[in-house]
């Protein structure tokens, strides 16, 4: 059936040309343009009426089950406003002032890192009152300052501090504070001594050694409590950025995952995923995240098995400096892994002969069922 509707007393078919449309009428097609444009513009609002309209009638009729959910599930289905994170979370508001005093007014040689949120700095703040103290005195701090122009930085520090400002785990980096001052973000976490995994097993200089075998497995095994935890009923936190460069290591080597920029709330009640739209880095996101946006625990469990594989091996996830064949670290290792008498293949030869057979073959097969 077609549907039509009279326009400046003709007969108009939806799904009709333009040219005959304007043939009718003997307008511009720049007025038969803006006239079309109103008319579904208020068929829109008609709609979005109906559709609220319907929502609430459902609503009203459900009211009782939906109240009776539990706390949790309904915190996590309904978006906090910025104001209600800011409010919750259990760290210090610091003044930008504060935080320019502490940095020595974010001198370019106490620069930390840089990446697309912005520059991460070092700074100096007092351990009891977290007020700035003299460069070399209190307690050492990293002060993550967010590009001005980035709304996704200002939707990714807001994500943060809703987070870190919430959870507390010995593998999880500590939120000291944050800011927000007209313009300005800013995030104060606590200082990280030996920087990131990537740093420790990719860059070729004297000051990052490689590391051995025992260290590596540490690492790894701090970097799955911490994952273990964001996945537990305490925190139900999909990471969604399980990469080397978001594990800092503190002095002794322990790991601990930071940037929590993209993490989501997990799936509530019988529901089995959360949809979203795919966001992560090449390389680490699992396949099936990236097919269908259906995010799950297990989206980490694969980024957590690439992590591994780049540890055992010393290869990065996607390296288009390898070879044909060798870009893609999952694809090229899988059939070594399978293999006990290959294995050798996928190690570091940095590593030597640190390890047993026995337990590089256990290390890969973990890499292989995640």
Request: net charge positive; aromatic share 10%.
């Amino acid at each position: 059936m077609l549907i039509s509707f009279r326009l400046i007393g003709s007969r108009v078919k939806i799904g009709e040309s333009l040219n005959s449309v304007q043939h009718k009428l003997n307008l511009p097609p720049r007025k038969i343009q803006s006239l079309l444009w109103k008319i579904c513009r208020e068929l829109g609002l008609f709609l979005l009426t109906c559709f609220m309209w319907t929502n609430s009638k459902y609503a009203s009729r459900n009211g009782a089950a939906l109240s009776s959910s539990s706390s949790y599930a309904s915190a996590a289905s309904v978006p906090r406003s910025e104001g209600e994170i800011l409010e919750s979370a259990n760290v210090k508001a610091f003044s930008f002032n504060e935080l320019r005093t502490a940095t020595r007014n974010f001198r370019p040689d106490s620069v930390l890192g840089e990446g697309g949120f912005g520059s991460v700095f070092k700074g100096w703040i007092d351990e009891k009152t977290l007020t700035p103290t003299k460069p070399g005195t209190g307690m050492v701090i990293a002060v993550k300052k967010l590009n001005q122009e980035s709304y996704q930085g200002h939707r990714e520090w807001l994500a943060e501090v809703n987070y870190l400002g919430q959870l507390s785990h010995p593998n999880l980096v500590k939120l000291v504070g944050y800011c927000v001052e007209d313009e300005q973000r800013l995030l104060v976490y606590e200082f990280m001594p030996r920087g990131s995994l990537e740093n420790h097993l990719f860059r070729r200089s004297t000051h990052f050694q490689p590391l051995s075998w025992n260290l590596r497995m540490k690492i790894a095994h701090g970097a799955a409590k911490g994952l273990a935890f964001l996945h537990s009923d305490k925190a139900k936190v999909i990471y969604r950025d399980f990469k080397t460069s978001n594990i800092l290591l503190d002095a002794n080597y322990d790991a601990k995952l930071s940037d929590f920029g993209l993490a989501k709330d997990g799936p509530t009640g019988d529901k089995s995923h959360v949809s979203t739209r795919v966001m992560g880095t090449y390389g680490y996101a699992a396949p099936e995240y990236l097919a269908t946006g259906h995010l799950t625990t297990k989206s980490d469990v694969y980024s957590f098995g690439v992590v591994l594989l780049e540890m055992l091996s010393g290869r990065r996830a996607v390296d288009k400096n390898r070879p044909t064949g060798e870009h893609n670290l999952v694809e090229w290792a899988r059939p070594y892994l399978t293999s006990k008498r290959r294995i050798f293949r996928v190690l570091d030869p940095r590593l030597g002969g640190q390890y047993s057979l026995a337990k590089a073959q256990k290390a890969a097969s973990l890499a292989l069922q995640c």
